[in-house]
Nanobody
Framework: QVQLVESGGGLVQPGGSLRLSCAAT????????MGWYRQAPGKERELVAL???????NYADSVKGRFTISRDNAKNTVYLQMNSLKPEDTADYYC????????????????WGQGTQVTVSS
């Protein structure tokens, strides 16, 4: 059993900051890429930021310079530091990880967190 557990969402004023965390738990052999996606009401889910096992990162243009993704491999955790938040950042944020569980025979599986809500409003 593998799970992604997210935390850190909430309500923040424009210009404020939030830090999201996502911990992968369970029978994990290795973790490849980890990332954050978001889905606003009435919109499709979109990639926010991605970090590979080699710490290469990729960001959506809309968050470049404001958001930073990082990971702690010892804790199987990925973070998203969000600064200078804007109302248009309001969405449900989902953690994603490509994980090789011990029980998969070396096959990687795509896992998703349950989502955490971020609301940017005055």
């Amino acid at each position: 059993q593998v799970q992604l557990v997210e935390s850190g969402g909430g309500l923040v004023q424009p210009g404020g900051s939030l830090r999201l965390s996502c911990a992968a738990t369970g029978n994990i052999f290795s973790i490849n890429a980890m990332g954050w996606y978001r889905q606003a009401p009435g919109k499709e889910r979109e990639l926010v930021a991605l970090i590979t096992s080699g710490d290469s990162t990729n960001y959506a243009d809309s968050v470049k310079g404001r958001f930073t993704i990082s990971r702690d491999n010892a804790k199987n955790t990925v973070y998203l530091q969000m600064n200078s938040l804007k109302p248009e950042d309001t969405a449900d944020y989902y953690c994603n990880a490509v994980i090789v569980p011990y029980f998969s025979g070396g096959r990687s599986i795509d896992y998703w967190g349950q989502g955490t809500q971020v609301t940017v409003s005055s």
